[in-house]
């Protein structure tokens, strides 16, 4: 407030000094056109000298705007001319002070993006280069300055990076051998700011990767090893169950109850090695169309059987026109795991409805019980492996804890998606979402 009040009092005072200066040429004109009598000609003078006189500040300052070095100060001047110099340089002054504030902070945050040891790459709205840190040369083997411009699809080549790069959508990271070398694991995240310019941040997961894979490999060997002894404890069991009357009738329960327990563990070693089997790979070998409306009549009728007495009414819709690329074997023991657990968490004479259908978003299968429900905090965790609502529940039921989990995975590498939706002693929906590029679609 006051430096406004200031500087109006500063301008007033300015404006009265130019009125008086110009009253004193004026005057001084006139005086002399009294001297000399030629009054016209005194006043044409004075304001022609005044004129020039400006005009020379004016080239003075034009010529200092255009040769001065910076920090250099303007011409010395007095009055109005040399306010206006002085506030110039002062703009001037303020302008370099904080550009280069602004290229310290700049100049630190490229040297700390340069130092990380996880890739910075900065790419323009069409994806070209703009600028990169030194990770990313040794990481995605970038050249300075050649590639600088270069579409990064150019040089990151792997269809399924192209793929994730076109369809703008980064929620998950996506991971790939590096362009360098096939033995280095790279994960990359992209984020969109600004007019659609990208920032990709790549690390380097080898080390997480070999883990995750010591993991998997582990799991994989301990159950194919169990597998084998398990198959001979069971025929024993067998053995002596078939001849029932040889065996003391003390042994005969617990030789069932062995038996009920070996077969429960030879379903979770299978359900383990079917998951590793899964893991192994990002994509089915087998890429065939598949009926789905003839494997959902073979899964019907399994889990009709299993529901034997129990009398669930099951009903199935399936559109015979719609086929899915993919593996039959994998797409039926997702299915029926769905179906399978339908029956197993719904009561007596419950209703199991199993539909397949297509439109414009592609093909969908959703298997709905009238079932026990589940409580929404569960959802987000059901398909994590030995998830369980319920353990003692889940135990009655002969379940491995891994059936969701399998659904998943199968469900990702037909690039589906599993929604469920469920209210708690209403019932469950489990809908997978497959997209039309996985649909084949018949006549009629
Ligand atoms: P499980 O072999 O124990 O059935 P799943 O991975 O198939 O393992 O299922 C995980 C858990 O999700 C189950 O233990 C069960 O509590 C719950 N669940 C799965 N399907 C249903 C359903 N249709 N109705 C109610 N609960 C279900």
Same mark, same amino acid.
């Given at each position: 407030?006051? &430096? ?7 301008k007033q005072n300015w404006r ?11 005057? !001084? ?85 340069? %130092? ?147 077969? &429960? ?10 998951? !590793?089997?899964?893991? !192994? ?36 819709? !399936? ?74 529940? %889940?135990?009655?039921t002969g379940g491995t804890g ?43």
């Amino acid at each position: 407030m006051d &430096r406004l009040a200031d500087d109006s009092h500063v301008k007033q005072n300015w404006r009265g000094a130019l009125v008086r200066r110009l009253l004193l040429l004026i005057g !001084a004109c006139l005086l002399l056109g009294l001297i000399t009598g030629a009054y016209a000609w005194a006043l044409v003078a004075g304001l022609a000298a005044y004129l020039g006189w400006t005009l020379n500040h004016l080239l003075r300052l034009h010529k200092w705007l255009d040769e001065h070095k910076p920090g250099e100060p303007p011409p010395d001047s007095s009055g109005l001319w040399g306010e206006v110099f002085d506030k110039i340089y002062h703009l001037q002054r303020r302008n370099q002070r904080s550009r280069e504030r602004l290229q310290a902070v700049i100049d630190r945050v490229q040297e700390s993006t340069a %130092a990380l040891n996880d890739a910075v790459i900065m790419l323009d709205n069409r994806g070209n280069l703009e600028w990169w840190n030194r990770a990313a040369e040794t990481l995605l083997g970038l050249k300075t300055p050649q590639d600088s411009g270069q579409p990064i699809t150019n040089l990151v080549r792997d269809p399924r990076f192209i793929e994730y790069f076109e369809h703008h959508n980064y929620n998950e990271p996506l991971e790939l051998p590096s362009p360098v070398s096939d033995r280095r694991r790279l994960q990359f995240h992209i984020t969109q700011y600004g007019n659609r310019e990208h920032l990709m941040l790549v690390r380097d997961i080898t080390r997480l990767h070999q883990l995750e894979q010591m993991r998997k490999d582990f799991v994989a060997n301990v159950s194919h090893e169990l597998r084998t002894p398990l198959t001979v404890i069971s025929g024993y069991l067998e053995t002596l169950l078939d001849n029932v009357e040889d065996v003391n009738p003390r042994w005969l329960r617990a030789l069932q109850q062995m038996q009920q327990q070996g077969g &429960r563990m030879q379903n979770l070693l299978n359900d383990l090695l079917l998951l !590793a089997k899964l893991e !192994a790979t990002d994509y089915p070998s087998d890429n065939q169309p598949v009926a789905i409306d003839l494997l959902l009549l073979s899964i019907k009728s399994d889990a009709q059987a299993l529901s034997g007495e129990r009398m669930h009414r099951i009903s199935l819709e !399936a559109d015979p026109h719609l086929r899915l690329k993919g593996s039959e074997a994998e797409l039926r023991s997702a299915f029926s795991n769905l179906v399978f657990n339908a029956v197993k968490y719904t009561p007596n004479e419950g209703e199991i409805r199993i539909r397949w259908w297509g439109d414009e978003q592609g093909a969908h299968l959703s298997v709905q019980d009238s079932g026990l429900g589940i409580e929404a905090k569960h959802l987000p965790r059901l398909t994590e492996r030995f998830y369980r609502v319920d353990s003692s529940r %889940a135990s009655n039921t002969g379940g491995t804890g891994l059936g969701l989990a399998i659904v998943k995975h199968v469900l990702l590498r037909h690039r589906a998606r599993l929604e469920i939706a469920s209210n708690l002693g209403q019932g469950s929906a489990f809908t997978c979402h497959f997209p039309n590029t996985q649909v084949v679609r018949r006549g009629g």
